[in-house]
């Protein structure tokens, strides 16, 4: 599962893996220490690795730069890329953070969105998520044409309704025939 800050990727993954009835890897997690540290490559690439040795697994995040990726999709079966526009990840990136501040959710090893850290930071989610956008589409155009993935099925989502309809009909395929 792979998209822009604020697709809904954890959300996407947390019901495909519900369906499939297989574990669930958010690689935020992996990646997070205490005090919003992360892990050192090393560190991290064993945690994947540990994490999606299973034979089945869903995993949402991107973190290609780290190297998850290499460990991942050689041994993936499909990627789902949530590609939504701007207009659609910014809004759900508000609500998220907002209601996480309000509720002071924790998240990883201890960690929490402040106000400060989500808009008057310069690691902001905000900021990385219009900085990525584009990026983030020609990396994943470029990637999943190259060779050594075209054994990856590809479901390249621009609508979170054309994405909701693709877990529905996962749904249906695996429900139980009476």
């Known amino acids: 599962m792979v ?49 999606t040795s299973g034979d089945a697994w869903v995993v949402d995040g991107n973190y290609g730069g780290r190297g998850a990726r290499d460990i991942i999709w050689p041994r993936a079966d499909t990627v789902v890329w949530l590609d939504l526009p701007l207009h659609v990840t910014l809004p759900r990136l508000w609500r998220r953070s907002v209601g996480r501040i309000r509720s002071r959710e924790e998240l990883w090893s201890g960690n929490r969105e402040t106000f400060h850290n989500t808009f008057l930071s310069r690691d902001s989610l905000f900021v990385w998520a219009l900085k990525s956008y584009g990026r983030r589409k020609r990396i994943y155009r470029d990637l999943l044409a190259r060779p050594e993935n075209a054994h990856l099925a590809v479901h390249h989502f621009t609508s979170a309704a054309d994405a909701e309809r693709w877990l529905e009909a996962q749904r249906r395929l695996v429900a139980p025939r009476i």
């Open 3 to 51: 998209g822009s800050t604020g697709s809904g990727k954890t959300t996407f993954a947390r019901a495909l893996a519900s369906i499939l009835g297989v574990p669930r890897v958010e690689l935020d997690e992996l990646n997070w220490g205490p005090n919003w540290t992360p892990f050192d490559d090393a560190t991290f690439s064993e945690r994947v690795a540990a994490a």
